[in-house]
């Protein structure tokens, strides 16, 4: 039985967006997360986040998942955002019933002048529509910020705060396409997934202001975050489809792994490379130390 002060059993994910192949940034991010889980003798979901129908690419998700299954990675479950919308809108209607969300006439130029003008940071939301539309038409919802100083305990990277009135303003829930927006659906799925710990990119740390902000106004659980290094491309770009990164499916996966291990601080023996796959996850396994991972965010990549 369960008891007052029972621990949650660990649960960790990886979530691809289904915009491109899986390229060595993911990898890094989906091995730390799975490694993580298994030391934790916990569960480990592949969750793909397929909600952005304009930058998805056709069979980006099956490949994806190919690709894992080549690596040797073992999900214990498999979910698809574009399956829980209904969850997203009920979750959306209770933030407007609460008379926490506003609807917003501005386009992406518009704010993006005042910014200019005002020498504010360009993804910056100045609040215009807060106090009403001005006789516009709505094109998105809003969430109302109404506790902006946020603090964020990042196993990884230490503690932070953030003020969320300076750094996004009352940021997008659902967009003038009618799509809902990744800061929601990954708030509410990470905290009814029963996410404990989110183990990730360090890119979407300000993100996770964002998102922990949402669960908390909903009443829901936040898990814990450890945001690791991003890997970089010697101009220090993030790598990614823009950045024409490399498709990990044409490399050997040991030798990917092994690079993946070394870079998230593990210090892998060189004659893993060698060995099988079964035996590279076997260290991995048992040798997996989080808090090896450097305090850095980004890393160059190899590949
Ligand atoms: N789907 C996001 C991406 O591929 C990551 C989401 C997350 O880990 O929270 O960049």
Excluded at 3 to 19: D, L, V, W
Aim: charged share 15%; with cysteine.
């Amino acid at each position: 039985m369960p008891t007052a002060n029972h621990k949650k059993a660990y649960r960790g994910r990886f979530a691809p967006s289904p915009s491109g192949p899986l390229h060595f940034g993911s990898l890094l991010a989906a091995t730390a997360s799975y490694l993580q889980a298994r030391q934790q003798q916990g569960e480990w979901w592949l969750r793909i986040e397929d909600i952005d129908p304009p930058r998805e690419v056709k069979g980006a998700s099956q490949q994806i998942i190919d690709t894992l299954a080549l690596y040797g990675f073992e999900w214990d479950n498999l979910t698809y955002q574009s399956q829980r919308l209904a969850l997203y809108q009920g979750y959306l209607e209770k933030l407007q019933q609460a008379s926490l969300t506003y609807p917003c006439a501005c386009s992406r130029k518009e704010i993006q002048q005042f910014n200019a003008q005002q020498s504010k940071p360009a993804g910056l939301y100045p609040g215009t529509c807060r106090s009403g539309l001005n006789g516009k038409m709505a094109r998105s919802i809003r969430i109302k910020i109404t506790a902006p100083i946020q603090t964020l305990h990042d196993t990884i990277q230490g503690s932070q705060t953030s003020d969320l009135s300076r750094t996004t303003g009352d940021f997008i829930l659902k967009r003038a396409d009618g799509l809902f927006s990744y800061q929601l659906a990954v708030a509410i799925d990470d905290s009814t997934q029963g996410m404990t710990q989110i183990v990730r990119g360090y890119d979407l740390h300000a993100s996770s202001f964002c998102q922990q902000y949402i669960q908390q106004v909903l009443g829901l659980d936040s898990p814990d975050y450890a945001h690791i290094p991003v890997a970089v491309t010697p101009d220090g770009i993030k790598l990614s489809k823009q950045s024409a990164a490399q498709d990990i499916a044409t490399q050997p996966p040991r030798q990917v792994l092994w690079q993946a291990l070394t870079i998230l601080g593990q210090q892998p023996p060189a004659n893993l490379k060698t060995q099988s796959l079964k035996h590279l996850w076997q260290w991995g396994f048992a040798n997996w130390n989080l808090s090896s991972v450097p305090q850095a965010q980004s890393v160059l990549s190899p590949f």
